[in-house]
């Protein structure tokens, strides 16, 4: 399957590099392959770090790796609590506090929207929030990350 067959159509998407991960308490893993195998098919390379990955050893990988974005996911409903301290640990890091940080999923088990969760989510420093199933506004939101020649990050748009 193409770029066009997941309905990105042109511009053509960036290859950035991603690195994919699971909150510390989340267990799943289809949806960290799924995402891993729809960003490869867009051309982007993939570090998927799998499951239930600690705070310590996510911010260890971003500095280690210096990815163009992080895309953490959750399915457990645990995802709005887990992500924000995550994202608060990565920020304090000075190395990662422009890296543009994706979180999604089934982010809360009240049957609330995620919305309810976006405003505490942006506000520890995550640069977008989004609901499950929503794999083409990941795509656009990945579109718009330029990346210069240094490798500094910057978000477009």
Not at 10 to 25: C, E, Q, Y
Not at 26 to 32: C, F, K, R
Request: hydrophobic share 45%; with cysteine; net charge negative.
């Amino acid at each position: 399957m193409g770029a066009h067959a997941l309905g990105l159509g042109s511009p053509p998407v960036p290859h950035l590099r991603v690195l994919v991960a699971g909150t510390s308490s989340d267990a799943h893993t289809w949806n960290l392959m799924y995402l891993q195998l729809a960003l490869e098919e867009a051309g982007h390379e993939v570090t998927n770090l799998g499951p239930c990955v600690p705070d310590e050893l996510l911010t260890d990988a971003c500095v280690g790796t210096r990815p163009d974005a992080l895309v953490l996911s959750s399915v457990n409903g645990h995802g709005h609590a887990d992500a924000a301290r995550a994202v608060a640990t990565l920020r304090r890091d000075a190395r990662l506090t422009t890296m543009p940080i994706v979180v999604g999923g089934l982010l809360g088990t009240a049957g609330r929207p995620n919305a309810d969760y976006a405003g505490p989510l942006l506000a520890a420093g995550v640069s977008a929030v989004l609901e499950t199933n929503e794999l083409p506004e990941l795509l656009c939101f990945l579109a718009a990350i330029r990346v210069d020649s240094s490798h500094e990050l910057e978000a477009v748009g």
